[in-house]
């Protein structure tokens, strides 16, 4: 779990392995959180885009 945390905010966000893991567990796995959430909404947006518009 932790590799997969560090992965997704170093891929997402640009972080080092250093900075993700210099965080409080707690505090990384709030960032991965709002990082999702903010990744679906990002999908969600998209997907009704394509619906009213067409797909692209």
Do not use: C, K
């Not at 945390?5 to 796995?29: D, K």
């Not at 903010?38 to 518009?53: K, S, V």
Request: proline residues 2%; neutral net charge.
């Amino acid at each position: 779990m932790l590799r997969r945390e560090v992965f997704y905010l170093a891929y997402h966000l640009h972080w080092s392995w250093a900075e993700a893991m210099a965080m409080e567990v707690g505090e990384r796995r709030a960032y991965v959180r709002m990082l999702a959430a903010r990744i679906d909404e990002e999908n969600r947006a998209l997907a009704h885009g394509w619906t009213h518009q067409g797909s692209p």
